[in-house]
């Protein structure tokens, strides 16, 4: 038999043999070890865990180390930094500002994680369902996203907040203000899949049968991750500013402490737009959202090196990458 007719792309064998604990190493390396230090050698993606981390921890062990917001924790109106007691100062009722923003981080946290992953996982399979099976179930899934493109978001937030009974629940609050903001990355993933759906490994798999949620999660969503983790943070964001905006305004409901509720609390009870009294009170809240803005945006941003194919493979060592990287400064 020649060397050609034994050597045909289904019948060749790997030369090398893992054992069991040394695929194991192999997994931890590329999946764990490899994004640890690719996270390490970006100062943006640096910046971004730590932020992230910080509000993490505010939300599941600052609540246990910060006494529960209550009136008159302390004299009335005292300003920033000027007391141990309370380094952020307190209300005009007394309450502590550090208890208000570490409590309400929570509520935050749950919303923006509800509404971010209720977006992705939609559009995901919607998009990808549509761009890779084509024919009549396209034209359907394509069909109703398009009527939610149609639909202007805010007024759909407005009006399912006052004739639905969410109550305060941050997860319902989340899924709402994501209720259509999934249509817009669908349309975006077919894309996407339609160039990939003809890509030879991806006909390779149609060949040997392989199933079609295989096909999707197996060779096509893998390529997408950097764009579906862009607009998973995008739509985080969004979820902060829309919770913020609707409870500043006092649209939506809410039975635990809020940034958008303290900061309305500091303009309609203490006028703090023009008092400089009252200004930290506003200040606080807003801080907290521009810094978790910000470490979500910097996130987004070495998403993509995080999903890189190339870039894990080289930061990881039981794969012969080696962990030099003349794109880390850049």
Do not use: C
Not at 259 to 279: E, I, K, L, R, Y
């Amino acid at each position: 038999m020649s060397r050609t007719e034994a050597a045909s792309d289904f019948e060749t064998v790997s030369e090398t043999n893992l054992t069991r604990s040394e695929r194991y190493r192999q997994l931890v390396d590329e999946f764990v070890l490899a994004p640890a230090r690719i996270v390490w050698h970006d100062w943006r993606a640096r910046i971004a865990v730590t932020i992230i981390a910080f509000f993490l921890f505010l939300g599941t062990v600052g609540v246990r180390l910060v006494d529960e917001p209550r009136t008159n924790q302390g004299d009335r109106l005292v300003g920033a930094f000027r007391t141990l007691e309370h380094p952020l100062g307190t209300t005009a009722s007394g309450v502590d500002i550090l208890s208000q923003v570490v409590y309400a981080t929570v509520p935050m946290i749950q919303m923006i994680t509800a509404g971010a992953v209720f977006s992705v996982v939609v559009a995901t399979v919607v998009g990808t369902t549509s761009g890779y099976k084509g024919g009549a179930v396209d034209q359907g899934l394509m069909t109703v996203t398009d009527v939610m493109l149609t639909i202007p978001g805010l007024p759909l937030v407005i009006v399912l907040a006052g004739v639905t009974d969410i109550g305060g629940n941050p997860y319902l609050i989340g899924v709402l203000l994501s209720i259509n903001a999934w249509a817009g990355l669908a349309r975006a993933l077919r894309s996407q899949v339609l160039t990939l759906r003809d890509a030879e490994y991806v006909e390779a798999s149609r060949i040997m049968g392989v199933s079609t949620p295989k096909i999707l999660t197996t060779d096509i969503i893998p390529n997408l991750m950097p764009y579906i983790t862009m607009n998973f943070v995008q739509q985080a964001r969004a979820v902060i500013f829309g919770s913020v905006g609707l409870y500043f305004l006092g649209i939506l409901p809410y039975n635990r402490t809020n940034w958008g509720v303290m900061m309305n609390d500091a303009v309609s009870q203490a006028g703090a737009t023009s008092s400089m009294v009252a200004f930290h009170w506003l200040l606080m809240p807003m801080l907290a959202v521009i810094f978790l803005s910000m470490g979500l945006t910097l996130f987004a941003q070495s998403a993509d090196r995080l999903f890189n194919p190339r870039v894990r493979a080289r930061h990881a060592k039981t794969v012969g990458g080696d962990d030099t990287d003349d794109e880390v400064s850049s």
